[in-house]
């Protein structure tokens, strides 16, 4: 695609306390080498730390850089907020702590040109700055971290049910009314599973890579992963036949530790074979995850791996139904394309 012809490009940021980030994100989007006309939306959540400031320092440092409110926080209505505000055909996702590999947009503006894709996306590249980050980032790109999704551990270009973040043409964004501001979490696949019902077509390909920093402490991880576990199953009682046996691995091995341990202290020892497997699996498991790393990242590994699928297991579990029931209240039919 000649250079001339290159369609302009609106790059959308939902970001609440960023601080640690964000200047380096938005760096990566401003650096991108695409000869095309480029703008950066951020839409700032009501953060307690510096995001804010950063913010408008960018918005003073570059005229491409521009800010909108989001007093809600929650990252549907920011993303819809910063979708708004924009104006070019080609809208990008990026979160305030993901970093774009260099020629992203340019990539992404050309498989959708190859493709006729409505939305592309590709691999959720994590990256940590520390040994406990280093741990999770091997977890959260391993097969036993989770599974076998393409947009964690890489695999062939191909149609996909839904990706990391995403590179979307604006018509179909407007066409079916953006995001479903109800899913706090899995807004993404939500939007996706759309886009698909209404004939489009959605493209993963490993050309694409975001580089994204894994959270600072077990705290943090755990929250994430609950919240991860807790949607999924929104997503499963929104959708019936969307689950598959990877998603239910984690709920079953909370239940089976549970299980054991309950058994192991009130029964038998016995009992106690489960949980005992479990920690020796992901020990096992870590050794080659953690390949070429330090040993610092490394002991960490089985850790990172237990809080990310006890965390999205105990989610799962406990996601209630009237949270369901409520989101699929808010669901809007799909727009065929050409409506």
């Given at each position: 695609?000649?250079?001339?012809?290159?369609?302009?490009?609106?790059?959308?940021?939902?970001?609440?306390?960023?601080?640690?980030?964000?200047?380096?994100?938005?760096?990566?989007?401003?650096?991108?080498?695409?000869?095309?006309?480029?703008?950066?939306?951020?839409?700032?959540?009501?953060?307690?730390?510096?995001?804010?400031?950063?913010?408008?320092?960018?918005?003073?440092?570059d005229?491409?850089?521009?800010?909108?409110?989001?007093?809600?926080?929650r990252?549907?209505?920011?993303?819809?907020?910063?979708?708004?505000?924009?104006?070019?055909?080609?809208?990008?996702r990026?979160?305030?702590?993901?970093?774009?590999?260099?020629?992203?947009?340019?990539?992404?503006?050309r498989?959708?040109?190859?493709t006729?894709?409505?939305?592309?996306?590709?691999?959720?590249?994590?990256?940590?700055?520390?040994?406990?980050?280093?741990?999770?980032?091997?977890?959260?790109?391993?097969?036993?971290g989770?599974?076998?999704?393409?947009?964690?551990?890489?695999?062939?270009?191909?149609?996909?049910?839904?990706?990391?973040?995403?590179v979307?043409?604006?018509?179909?964004?407007?066409?079916?009314?953006?995001?479903?501001?109800?899913?706090?979490?899995?807004?993404?696949?939500?939007?996706?599973?759309?886009?698909?019902?209404?004939?489009?077509?959605?493209?993963?390909?490993?050309?694409?890579?975001?580089?994204?920093?894994?959270?600072?402490?077990?705290?943090?991880?755990?929250?994430?992963?609950?919240?991860?576990?807790?949607?999924?199953?929104?997503?499963a009682?929104?959708?019936?036949?969307?689950?598959?046996?990877?998603?239910?691995?984690?709920?079953?091995?909370?239940?089976?530790?549970?299980?054991?341990?309950?058994?192991?202290?009130?029964?038998?020892?016995?009992?106690?074979?489960?949980?005992?497997?479990?920690?020796?699996?992901?020990?096992?498991?870590s050794?080659?995850?953690?390949?070429?790393?330090?040993?610092?990242?490394?002991?960490?590994?089985?850790?990172?791996?237990?809080?990310?699928?006890?965390?999205?297991?105990?989610?799962?579990l406990?996601?209630?139904?009237?949270?369901?029931?409520?989101?699929?209240?808010?669901?809007?039919?799909?727009?065929?394309?050409?409506?």
């Amino acid at each position: 695609m000649p250079d001339q012809q290159l369609p302009a490009v609106s790059v959308i940021m939902p970001v609440l306390n960023e601080e640690r980030h964000l200047r380096t994100s938005v760096r990566h989007i401003l650096e991108q080498e695409y000869a095309g006309e480029l703008e950066v939306v951020i839409a700032l959540g009501p953060s307690t730390d510096r995001t804010d400031e950063i913010a408008a320092e960018l918005v003073r440092e570059d005229s491409r850089v521009h800010t909108v409110p989001n007093p809600t926080g929650r990252t549907p209505a920011a993303l819809n907020a910063a979708i708004k505000a924009s104006r070019h055909p080609i809208v990008v996702r990026v979160d305030g702590h993901g970093m774009l590999s260099p020629d992203y947009i340019a990539t992404a503006v050309r498989l959708m040109d190859e493709t006729g894709a409505q939305n592309v996306g590709g691999i959720m590249h994590a990256e940590g700055e520390n040994d406990w980050e280093k741990a999770v980032a091997a977890a959260m790109t391993s097969k036993i971290g989770v599974g076998n999704a393409a947009f964690h551990t890489g695999g062939a270009a191909a149609p996909a049910e839904t990706v990391y973040l995403g590179v979307f043409r604006r018509e179909v964004l407007e066409r079916l009314g953006g995001y479903n501001v109800e899913f706090i979490r899995a807004q993404d696949w939500e939007l996706n599973f759309r886009i698909r019902e209404a004939g489009g077509l959605i493209w993963f390909s490993p050309e694409l890579k975001v580089s994204y920093r894994p959270r600072p402490n077990v705290r943090a991880l755990a929250k994430q992963y609950k919240n991860y576990g807790r949607w999924r199953h929104v997503v499963a009682r929104y959708h019936q036949g969307s689950i598959n046996l990877r998603y239910l691995a984690a709920p079953a091995a909370v239940l089976a530790i549970a299980a054991g341990v309950v058994v192991g202290a009130t029964v038998t020892p016995w009992g106690l074979i489960v949980p005992a497997g479990y920690v020796a699996a992901i020990t096992a498991g870590s050794v080659p995850a953690g390949k070429g790393l330090p040993a610092g990242a490394r002991v960490r590994i089985p850790l990172a791996l237990a809080t990310m699928h006890m965390s999205w297991g105990f989610g799962f579990l406990t996601s209630p139904r009237s949270l369901a029931k409520k989101v699929i209240a808010s669901r809007r039919p799909a727009a065929p394309a050409g409506e």
